[in-house]
């Protein structure tokens, strides 16, 4: 589990004019090689492929998804009754006991804390919100 996938996405497609590496490129390939060694990405990795392997977490999640997409237009309309509601906590609460999606989440949380404190240094470097710039959408 190295940092193979996360370098290759970092700078996939990097060099539009078939040149040699930038310095930029060069930058981009050591910092996802460094975020690939940490031990929150390497939790993370590892909790995810144990929670890919296991069947009942699997399930549960998928029932819990199912049953969310399926209220979704009734939630956001206020017209999902009690029970439905009831139902779709119980679901939630039953794919949140399984081990392998706790440790999931919870490895998650811990790269996300990683990756907001690595923004917060780049974007006092560079003088601008970092994450935000990177991000597809308008409104990041």
Do not use: N
């Given at each position: 589990m190295g940092g193979t996938r996360v370098e290759t996405q970092v700078v996939q497609g990097s060099s539009e004019s078939g040149a040699e590496d930038s310095g930029v490129e060069s930058a981009a390939r050591r910092f996802a090689a460094a975020l690939a060694e940490t031990p929150a990405f390497r939790a993370f990795e590892e909790a995810s492929v144990r929670f890919r392997d296991d069947e009942r977490a699997q399930q549960a999640y998928g029932a819990y998804q199912a049953q969310q997409r399926a209220l979704q237009p009734l939630v956001m309309l206020g017209a999902a009754s009690d029970e439905q509601?009831?139902?779709?906590?119980?679901?939630?609460?039953?794919?949140l006991a399984e081990p392998s999606a706790a440790e999931l989440l919870e490895a998650q949380a811990s790269l996300t804390a990683l990756c907001r404190a690595v923004d917060g240094l780049l974007s006092e470097r560079v003088g601008l919100r970092f994450a935000a710039t990177c991000s597809p959408g308008c409104c990041g």
């Open positions: 509601r009831t139902e779709l906590e119980r679901l939630h609460e039953a794919f």
